[in-house]
Structure formats: C-alpha cells, structure tokens
C-alpha cells in the first residue's frame, strides 16, 4: 500500500475495506443521530400527550363527578381516557405515517438526492409506538380521573 | 328504609378542621318527602351526599334497607347509585357538548340497556317534560328550566326508588318552582322516597318530614 502510494504521488490509495469501514462508520453515526432523535421525540410526544391529558381531565372533572354520581365506576371512568388514548394514538400514528412518508418521497430526492419508497412494513411498527406512547401517557391523568371525589366536583360551578 | 346511625363527618384542612355533621341519626321510610333546611355551610349537601352513598362518613352508619352503604365496594355503591338512586344537582350538571337526549341516555348506558331501549325510555321521560321537540339540543340550546327538566329526566332514566335533590329550585323563578314542586308531588305520590334540600319555604313545607341542620346537627321538625 505505501508502495503504491510512493509511485503514485498525485493519488491516493485506499483498499475497498477502508471504503466500506468508512462508509460504515457514516452509517452508524446517521443510525445513532436516528436514535437519540427518535428517543427525543418518544419524549416530547409522552410530555406533550400527558400535558394534554391532564388538561382535559381538569376541564372535564366536573364532568367525571356527575358520571360517578350517576353510577359509573371507578374503572369505567379509567377504561374512558385510555380508550380515548388509544383513538388518539392510533389515528395520531395513521396520519404520522402517511404525512411522514408523503414529506419523505417529495423532499428525499430534492433535498438528499435520494428516492424514498414507501414502507408498508413499517405501518404496525408506527402504529404500535404511537398508541403505545399515547396509552403509557394518559395512564396517570386517566387514574387521577378515576379518583376524582364527585362531592367536591359535582358542587363546582 | 333509609337509617343513618351517629353519622358525623369531620373535614380536615389546613385552615383547621370542620365538623360538617356531627352524631346524626334519622330513619326514613320509603316512599317520604322529606326537606332538609338550615343556613349555608351547615351540612346539607354532606348529608345528602352522604345518604346517597357519595360521601362516607368518618364515623356512624348508613344504611338502606338495612343494608350499610359504605360496607359495598366502591363498585357496590356505584351500581347502588346507577339503580337505586337518583341525584338532581342545583346547576343541573348536564353534559354540554351531548343532547338532551344523549344526557338522559348516560345512566340507561351505564345500566348496559341496548341503544333503542335507551333512546325510547329517555324519549319517553323527555317527552312527558313536555321537551318533545328539544331532544337533538345541547344543553346550551335550552332555557334554563328546560335543562332543569333534562336534569330530572336524567335523574329518573333508570326508575330510581331514591331521589336525592340537592337545592333544585335554586336557579329557578317562581312558575318553574312550582312546575318543578308538582313534579315532585307525582313521584311522591307515585311512592318514590324524595331527599330535597331547599331554601325554599314552600318545599321545605311540602315534605313529611322536615329536618332542620345547625352546625351538623340535624333536628326533626316535623
């Protein structure tokens, strides 16, 4: 190798398995960049979601008290967030995965001068972290719902 | 049979504690009116809500038809709720953004009946409220007596024995406090067990039996 490179000063010489070790360590570094963005946004999503949850279980005790006066469980109260949850994940993930791929095909080629097709593969994955990361979210505000005292939140005006 | 043995409930705050009922024992019998009056802050709203199994007390007993209501799981006192028991709240509680019609659904769906059962019987009650033409509107959409009407409906979807009304006139003028007090007179002829608290002289006198709160402590008056 530094033969090579002695009688051919102008050039530079590197093996196919220096190529492909560096080509590797680009990979692994766009792979590490995908996954600390990815945990950051898992954050923010389970922040966000949260935020928004107990919001509207504080807009709503009222609400929740006449629902537990009324007759309604503890747990019903409970089933009611977490399903609303799940709506949200689950239509968050649809519309996530079909906006993502849609930005993805028109800005890959323009912006990275590279084609994107469509995963279809990917769509229980989406699907699966975006109703996971809405439930796990709402679980906390969905049982301080559960628990409201209807005495003090029926009186409220 | 309504029985409250030695009740008292005591709130404890940072301000201090509050004995908001205090050794109360009555017994009521099914299918009476009974009023329970008194000033502002003495206990009324705690007893009803204790009597309707909302708000357990710290010491005593309550019972209905000999059975302790806060012996039942939480579980047990809210089906005790859903099937025996009626509220009608003073700012009428309905939910904003569903119909009247859909309001008065909420305990027929938490009693499991199929939609068409609940549609018809809530339909039914609306309708003999004389709010056959208002059930597609939202709460907002109605003068205040035809919420108060929603809220009774609602309270009577699933044929309570107990109803517990918690200052159901407070929001209304005089012909609606009567139209309402005609009401109660039905059910009470009908022999449902009715628990009012009021301010209102005339339905404080409607009652078998009067009971007068004062600090927590409850007074038979009459």
Known sequence: MSGLNQLLPAARVVTIKQIVSTQQKTNDLMDNFALVFLVIIVIVGVVSIANYMSSNVYERRKEIGTLLAVGATPGRILKMFVLKAFILGFSGGVLGFLAGTGLAMVLGPRIAKVSVDPLPAMIPWALAIAVGISVLASVLPARHAANLDPALTTQET | MIKLESVSKTYRHKEGVVHALSDVTLSIEKGKLVTIVGPSGCGKTTLLLTIGGLVHPTTGKVSLDDKSVYDLSVKGRAELRLKRVGFLFQTFNLIPYLTALDNVCVPLYLAG??????????????????????????????????????ALARTLANDPELVLADEPTGNLDPAMTGELLSTFRKLHEAGKTIVIVTHNCQLADEGDMRLELREGRAAVRK
């Open chain 2, 113 to 150: 009946k199929v939609i068409d059962e609940q549609r018809k019987r809530a339909r039914e009650l609306l309708e003999g409220f004389g709010l056959g033409g208002r059930l597609e509107h939202k709460p907002a959409e109605l003068s205040i007596g035809q919420q108060q009407r929603v």
